[in-house]
T-cell receptor, first 112, second 113 residues
């Protein structure tokens, strides 16, 4: 199993550009989520999904969209990048909501 | 969500046991105690979790106070690879669970050779 994979590892965007952060898992997990981690801080939940076709907002959803068309993939879209979105983004998955979560290696995003 | 309190940092010597404390005085009866750790430049990694009884796994042990207002993560023999930020997190097992993990500041563990 590859576990949770994220691409790209690093990305630099200009203000106003859009992009999609990819996340995939091969463990047949129902629950997937996106977090962001700002320097020196803990992780904050952006969006989550309890299964294919179902998504919901976390605590910091503004400026981000998600979709879950398959069990394996949970992409995060930045609609119009802003410097405040400079952060490290982590995707996570678990067998079901409430179970232990497995995190990807992260995407380091810089918006200039 | 109930809050946890952890020391900002701790030091340990390699190959010695490490006891990482966590206070959670407002814990509810349905809250599970989870521990994750984050090694430098990596994503968080699940360590262990428990509800009332002490728990052991290949990575660590979790000792839970009888009143559940505190818990201790025990690394039996610290290695340099255990240097990380350790997060103590309460997870509500109730039906409204979003799966959200609330990461506080955690405890930064430094392991000296």
């Amino acid at each position: 199993n590859a576990g949770v994979t994220q691409t790209p590892k690093f990305q630099v965007l200009k203000t106003g550009q859009s992009m999609t952060l990819q996340c995939a898992q091969d463990m047949n997990h129902e629950y997937m989520s996106w977090y962001r981690q700002d320097p020196g801080m803990g992780l904050r939940l952006i969006h989550y999904s309890v299964g294919a076709g179902i998504t919901d907002q976390g605590e910091v959803p503004n400026g981000y969209n998600v979709s879950r068309s398959t069990t394996e993939d949970f992409p995060l879209r930045l609609l119009s990048a802003a410097p405040s979105q400079t952060s490290v983004y982590f995707c996570a998955s678990s067998y079901e909501v409430g179970r232990e979560q497995y995190f990807g290696p992260g995407t380091r995003l810089t918006v200039t | 969500d109930a809050k946890t309190t952890q020391p900002n940092s701790m030091e340990s010597n390699e190959e010695e046991p490490v006891h990482l404390p966590c206070n959670h005085s407002t814990i509810s009866g349905t809250d599970y105690i989870h521990w994750y750790r984050q090694l430098p430049s990596q994503g968080p990694e699940y360590v262990i979790h428990g509800l009332t009884s002490n728990v052991n796994n290949r990575m660590a042990s979790l000792a839970i106070a009888e009143d559940r207002k505190s818990s201790t993560l025990i690394l039996h023999r610290a290695t340099l690879r255990d240097a990380a930020v350790y997060y103590c997190i309460l997870r509500d097992a109730g039906s409204s669970n979003t799966g959200k993990l609330i990461f506080g500041q955690g405890t930064t563990l430094q392991v000296k050779p």
